[in-house]
């Protein structure tokens, strides 16, 4: 199994982007997926999550109505809109897997984590 992000870079305040992860998963229609983040000197953190069939969605206080996940099951592909960056956003973003198809904000609930993927924003 293979969760491949990408889409990350250096933008500035207020900017966009979009990660995406594409999963080697079979039945990656069955898996919840999510988006973690890790700071520099900070431990990784949920901040998106999306169940199995994508009905039911959650984020971190810190990007609701800026980011938003998404999926497309047929696609085997989940993404992260990431809309008026702050400074504070800056991390290595990770996707990640996990079979009991429910969202969840703990990394434990997840099988299957991508490398990760760079975001930096700059004021």
């Known amino acids: 199994v293979q969760l491949q992000a990408s889409g990350g870079g250096s933008v500035q305040a207020g900017d966009s982007l979009r990660l995406s992860c594409v999963a080697s998963i079979r039945t990656f229609s069955t898996y919840a997926m999510a988006w973690f983040r890790q700071a520099p000197g900070k431990e990784r953190e949920s901040i998106a999550t999306?169940?199995?069939?994508?009905?039911?969605?959650d984020y971190a206080d810190s990007v609701k109505g800026r980011f938003t996940i998404s999926r497309n099951n047929a696609k085997n592909t989940v993404w992260l809109q990431m809309n008026m960056l702050k400074p504070e956003d800056t991390a290595v973003y990770y996707c990640?897997?996990?079979?009991?198809?429910?969202?969840?904000?703990?990394?434990?609930?997840?099988?299957?984590w991508g490398q990760g993927t760079q975001v930096t924003v700059s004021s």
């Open positions: 999306i169940s199995w069939r994508g009905l039911s969605t």
């Open positions: 990640a897997a996990g079979s009991k198809g429910i969202t969840s904000i703990s990394e434990y609930d997840y099988d299957y």
